[in-house]
């Protein structure tokens, strides 16, 4: 079975500060991995996607992330911290593609 | 391009009711997966569906059912309603080939049951 694990479920940056999120996974398949982003009260935005290829996936709003198979991890960085990114964000992984299993979630609060 | 649809938005239901969400997907979708999200948790998978067909289910029981029409927009039924039902429903649309994993969400059906 396929599974993600976020490691904190609150992160707080300064705004111009680097952005790090952490995805682990468990998949007994090479996997698809994910990262959206949920502001409130609206729905899910997909940032970035690892299907197959290039490791280091870039993203929208600046955001990256790097597969990692021996770590089993996809965790999602940005440069400098933005207000805006200030959201939920969600790792997810599948084996098929069409059916996504989410990690828990980490609220990003960003500081002046 | 509208993208994808839900309603209703809001909904208070009693235990032991029954509710119907209904989602119409982003234009040229073929495909619609339905999430359930509760409080402070990540969406977990309820089922997807595709040519009017269930083609995967997650872990949720029978008293959740769906439904795929002919212009691809779906309903999502919940017969039996618990306290535990209570949650953001989020209905996701996308492409069943080419397969690439990506999901287009709705801002979801937020569900209270009393």
Not at chain 1, 7 to 28: D, F, I, P, Q, T
Not at chain 2, 2 to 15: E, Y
Not at chain 2, 60 to 80: C, I, K, M, T
Request: net charge neutral.
């Amino acid at each position: 079975a396929q599974s993600v694990t976020q490691l904190g479920s609150h992160v707080s940056v300064s705004e111009g500060a680097l952005v790090l999120l952490r995805c682990n996974y468990s998949s007994s398949v090479p996997p698809y991995l994910f990262w959206y982003v949920q502001y409130p009260n609206q729905g899910l935005q997909l940032l970035l996607k690892y299907t197959t290829g290039a490791t280091l996936v870039k993203g929208i709003n600046g955001f990256e992330a790097e597969f990692k198979k021996s770590e089993t991890s996809f965790h999602l960085t940005k440069p400098s911290a933005h207000m805006s990114d200030a959201a939920e964000y969600f790792c997810a992984v599948s084996f098929s593609g069409y059916a996504l299993n989410f990690g828990k979630g980490t609220s990003l609060l960003v500081t002046p | 391009d509208a993208g994808v649809t839900q309603s209703p938005t809001h909904l208070i239901k009693t235990r032991g009711q029954q509710v119907t969400l209904r989602c119409s997907p982003k234009s040229g979708h073929d495909t619609v997966s339905w999430y359930q999200q509760a409080l402070g948790q990540g969406p977990q998978f309820i089922f997807q569906y595709y040519e009017e067909e269930e083609r995967q289910r997650g872990n949720f029981p029978d008293r959740f059912s769906g439904h795929q029409f002919p212009n691809y927009s779906s309903e999502l039924n919940v017969n039996a309603l618990l306290l535990g039902d209570s949650a953001l429903y989020l209905c996701a649309s996308s492409l069943w080939l080419p397969n690439t994993g990506e999901l287009f969400f709705g801002e979801g059906s937020r569900l209270t049951v009393l």
